[in-house]
């Protein structure tokens, strides 16, 4: 729980550094609400028995709840973000939960054109960056160009969303794989899968990558959707590349995202290390979700940290590094050698009136209680036996250098705070 709690945080510290307002919302909504937004996934959706009223699930994602609340709320402009357990009727795996926490970064409204997109990546960045993970890369492409380079495939427009399903899966099967299942599940004659398979394979430095699709007599000029995404492209590469981020993304012409609700930019952050876990983080724009619910259409986009995977990075640096977390945040042990509970009462009950972080221990065994300080990982211990009680002492014991030191009673909490705060003597 340590480390969820700081990598808390820090992940709250950079949403609200960039204005985002918190929000919370059901953790159920009805079932209309949730179905025909996820493409395939909809079969992960957990269903609450009907008791005879509406019909409710348990939320898939934050992202459409987040929409229906914006709509049924006649709101125009909104920054939010909202850290909470997400539900999916999944097979548990490694990297993979049917319970689980995701940390939303969302910006709705009408802005500058690709503002919104390059701070929601600025944002990712940040919070990878910030939680120390180790190396990472950021998969980026534009559903216009995806649907651009389908259209110039020769996929048929009502068959490019379960494509894109296909495509998505890229990361984990190989293409030929990928290409049986266009063909003989979802209809794709041979030469379109293998056109696909031509494109799809084009990875690289975003700037780079950009200009050699824009060049004369590329095929993508040509197709009105996939130019617009060129051109918006340009403008998100170059706000990247000022802010210095642009470095950890790569243009990726097989990404896909499954969502069916995705509409723009769409990205993926994948960790490089040995810890196998998938993607870590991803998001989008989806400029038509919000209006599905009310009757103004409010464009959006944002990103979605899986912070489950990345306490399962963070644990197993920490393994690698022989690092052990501590339980507690405890700085001080009042041991009482001894069996008088009032004595420990009162001295404990002073370290926490000076806001204090301390624990005891009524034991008569002096060796119990270095025990107990060491296990739990306490710096420091307050000593007191009849001895000090008669002279008016407490003994201060630093754990780590085995130091003891007699102090008057009445300057404990004075010595204490001195000590915690790293003062010399």
Known sequence: MAIRKNAFSIIEDVFERHGAMALDTPVFELRETLMGKYGEDSKLIYDLA???????SLRYDLTVPFARYVAMNGITSFKRYHIAKVYRRDNPSKGRYREFYQCDFDIAGQYETMGPDFEVIKVMTELLDELSIGDYEVKLNHRKLLDGMLDICGVPPEKFRTICSSIDKLDKQSFEQIRKEMVEEKGLTVEIADKIGTFVKERGPPLELLSKLKQEGSQFLE??????????LQILFEALAASKCIDKVIFDLSLARGLDYYTGVIFEAVFKGATQVGSIA???????????FGTKQVPAVGVSLGIERVFT????????????TRATKTQVLVSILGDDLSLAAKVVSELWSARLKAEYMVNKRVMKHIERAK??????????????????IVKLKDVEAAKEEEIPRDRLVEELQRRLNGLSA
């Open 313 to 324: 990075i963070m644990e197993q640096l920490q393994k690698d590094q022989n690092q052990a």
């Open 50 to 56: 009907d008791q005879g009223g509406e019909l409710c």
């Open 375 to 392: 296990s739990s990982r306490i710096p420091w211990m307050v000593i007191v036996g009849e001895r000090e009680l008669n002279d008016g």
């Open 223 to 232: 197709n009105k959707g996939s130019l617009v995404a060129l051109n918006e």
């Open 282 to 292: 991803a998001g989008g724009r989806y400029d038509n979700l919000i209006g599905m």
